[in-house]
């Protein structure tokens, strides 16, 4: 279970700096387009250098994040994946220029604290599959968070990257659940090409980077973020303890709910009052020096 823990919280660390890095080297060629979803916008970015840098990162919280999966309960790898968003509040205060406000500084020490109480509460990863056709459902969940992200592009700055962060969140909770659905990985076998979550894994890798990467570009680092987190965090939770047998230890099940709402609602309140700042051309001139 400590084992199970440390590599979700990792992965949050490589994901919450891959993050920043990647926020920066999106804003530097966003060239201020309106729309919801922007796939132009990815292929400029991955020209840039930071964006490739958190790339790496991003690949390297993967297979952590899949190890984690097969030893802890999907609830706590969705929890301690929330700490991203601390690292993430953290990192824009640094590279973005962005200030981080008492209040935030206070939201980062909840979700630290839900993450423990998890931690000490959480019980064995279930073993069942869920419901016959959930593997083809969460290829339906890809094409609705692709759908809520073109629907994004009416809506202000603000709430827009919010929205776009959460349907990328949908898009990375369908990697948590598919990931669970894959008894073995065998690339020899015939079966593993035809499961659907092997599909949805990858299809919903794809929307939630596409996504994320238009609500970088386009409001608040920390508020795209943290509907990331919370668009890949309760879902999957309630689909492990619902279908797939995730449990609590004995008596503790109160822990793990308290522990699940005050690190969603430390999440929340980065949403909130997060607001990085655009890094100040004078202090960073990307445009020059950040391509590949």
Same mark, same amino acid.
């Given at each position: 279970?400590?084992?199970?823990?440390?590599?979700?919280?990792?992965?949050?660390?490589?994901?919450?700096?891959?993050?920043?890095?990647?926020?920066?080297?999106?804003?530097?060629?966003?060239?201020?387009?309106?729309?919801?979803?922007?796939?132009?916008?990815?292929?400029?970015?991955?020209?840039?250098?930071?964006?490739?840098?958190?790339?790496?990162?991003?690949?390297?919280?993967?297979?952590?994040?899949?190890?984690?999966?097969?030893?802890?309960?999907?609830?706590?790898?969705?929890?301690?994946?929330?700490?991203?968003?601390?690292?993430?509040?953290?990192?824009?205060?640094?590279?973005?220029?962005?200030?981080?406000?008492?209040?935030?500084?206070?939201?980062?020490?909840?979700?630290?604290?839900?993450?423990?109480?998890?931690?000490?509460?959480?019980?064995?990863?279930?073993?069942?599959?869920?419901?016959?056709?959930?593997?083809? =459902?969460?290829?339906?969940?890809?094409?609705?968070?692709?759908? #809520?992200?073109?629907?994004? *592009?009416? &809506? %202000? !700055? +603000?709430? /827009?990257?919010?929205?776009?962060?959460?349907?990328?969140?949908?898009?990375?909770?369908?990697?948590?659940?598919?990931?669970?659905?894959?008894?073995?990985?065998?690339?020899?076998?015939?079966?593993?090409?035809?499961?659907?979550?092997?599909?949805?894994?990858?299809?919903?890798?794809?929307?939630?980077?596409?996504?994320?990467?238009?609500?970088?570009?386009?409001?608040?680092?920390?508020?795209?973020? =943290?509907?990331?987190?919370?668009?890949?965090?309760?879902?999957? #939770?309630?689909?492990?303890? *619902?279908? &797939? %047998? !995730? +449990?609590? /230890?004995?008596?503790?099940?109160?822990?793990?709910?308290?522990?699940?709402?005050?690190?969603?609602?430390?999440?929340?309140?980065?949403?909130?009052?997060?607001?990085?700042?655009?890094?100040?051309?004078?202090?960073?001139?990307?445009?020059?020096?950040?391509?590949?």
């Amino acid at each position: 279970m400590l084992i199970g823990l440390l590599l979700a919280l990792g992965c949050s660390l490589c994901y919450g700096t891959a993050s920043v890095w990647q926020a920066a080297a999106t804003r530097s060629v966003n060239a201020g387009s309106g729309s919801g979803v922007d796939a132009m916008l990815l292929v400029r970015a991955v020209r840039q250098w930071r964006y490739l840098a958190g790339l790496g990162l991003d690949g390297l919280g993967f297979l952590l994040q899949v190890v984690a999966l097969r030893l802890v309960p999907i609830y706590v790898v969705a929890a301690a994946l929330a700490a991203s968003l601390a690292v993430t509040a953290v990192g824009a205060a640094w590279v973005l220029s962005a200030r981080l406000a008492p209040v935030e500084r206070v939201a980062v020490g909840v979700v630290c604290v839900g993450l423990a109480m998890l931690g000490l509460a959480a019980g064995p990863e279930g073993s069942r599959h869920g419901p016959t056709g959930l593997g083809w =459902a969460l290829l339906g969940m890809v094409a609705a968070v692709f759908l #809520a992200g073109a629907a994004a *592009g009416r &809506l %202000g !700055d +603000r709430w /827009r990257a919010l929205v776009l962060g959460l349907a990328a969140g949908g898009g990375f909770g369908v990697v948590e659940v598919g990931v669970r659905l894959i008894d073995v990985i065998d690339p020899t076998s015939a079966a593993w090409y035809i499961n659907p979550a092997l599909y949805a894994v990858a299809a919903g890798g794809v929307a939630g980077y596409v996504l994320l990467t238009s609500a970088l570009g386009r409001g608040s680092v920390t508020t795209a973020v =943290a509907g990331m987190v919370v668009g890949e965090t309760i879902g999957p #939770a309630l689909v492990g303890v *619902g279908w &797939l %047998g !995730d +449990r609590t /230890r004995d008596g503790l099940g109160w822990m793990v709910v308290t522990g699940f709402a005050i690190a969603v609602a430390g999440t929340l309140a980065l949403a909130r009052f997060g607001e990085a700042a655009d890094p100040e051309p004078t202090k960073t001139p990307l445009r020059q020096s950040n391509t590949a």
